[in-house]
Antibody, heavy 125, light 109 residues
Framework: EVQLVQSGAEVKKPGESLKISCKGSGYSFTSFWIGWVRQMPGRGLEWMGIIYPGDSDTRYSPSFQGQVTISADKSISTVYLQWSSLKASDTAMYYC??????????????????WGQGTTVTVYS | EIVLTQSPGTLSLSPGERATLSCRASQSVSSSSLSWYQQKPGQAPRLLIYGTSSRAPGIPDRFSGSGSGTDFTLTISRLEPEDFAVYYCQHFGNSPPYTFGQGTKLEIK
């Protein structure tokens, strides 16, 4: 079964650091991009960034560039999202998701086809 | 960066009715690059449609997507009780960011 399994819920104080994880299994982990998506309480989906575990090529949304770091350890099929100094506004659910590549006959179409279960991050003093 | 605007914000319909959800892009996008997702409370999103009109594996054929240029549509032909959820469109351009629309909540009337 293809799946992404995320690390558990976190409760942190402002200013603390945090690294959450997303472990892939059931497919060739190094061949698919993995993205991170934020969902603040009661709000919509926000695309944060994406990484290709094969070579750690990473792209960020301008809104999140410099605010978080995305990394990967392909030896253990795991992608990470980390903060060096959390803020209360980082309180949210964070999802990792695989970018699926669907061959159309003339090119590839994309969609986030496999999602982790989400990691809740709560930051409060 | 392309901005996706979904309408309406909330759609109130009854089971058995047809639902039409709109996603408008701030500039013309390739029809190969538009996807739709469904999210139910307490769950991760689920991919419904990719490439504007192709259903993801396991998605019922009452879900269909269409559109081109700046205007895209997700249609649910006959609503089932389990279809009431929030729906998001997403754009995959030649390079990131892969932005989402703000969502349409489909609620039971």
């Amino acid at each position: 079964e293809v799946q992404l399994v995320q690390s558990g819920a976190e409760v942190k104080k402002p200013g603390e650091s945090l690294k959450i994880s997303c472990k892939g299994s059931g497919y060739s982990f190094t061949s698919f991009w993995i993205g991170w998506v934020r969902q603040m309480p009661g709000r919509g989906l926000e695309w944060m960034g994406i990484i290709y575990p094969g070579d750690s090529d990473t792209r960020y949304s301008p809104s999140f560039q410099g605010q978080v770091t995305i990394s990967a350890d392909k030896s253990i099929s795991t992608v990470y999202l980390q903060w060096s100094s959390l803020k209360a506004s980082d309180t949210a659910m964070y999802y990792c998701a695989r970018r699926g590549d669907f061959w159309s006959g003339s090119g590839y179409y994309h969609g986030m086809d496999v999602w982790g279960q989400g990691t809740t991050v709560t930051v409060y003093s | 960066e392309i901005v996706l605007t979904q309408s309406p914000g909330t759609l109130s319909l009854s089971p058995g009715e047809r639902a039409t959800l709109s996603c408008r892009a701030s500039q013309s996008v390739s029809s190969s690059s538009l996807s739709w997702y469904q999210q139910k409370p307490g769950q991760a999103p689920r991919l419904l449609i990719y490439g504007t009109s192709s259903r993801a594996p396991g998605i019922p054929d009452r879900f269909s997507g269409s559109g081109s240029g700046t205007d895209f549509t997700l249609t649910i032909s006959r609503l089932e009780p389990e279809d009431f959820a929030v729906y998001y469109c997403q754009h995959f351009g030649n390079s990131p960011p892969y932005t989402f629309g703000q969502g349409t909540k489909l609620e039971i009337k």
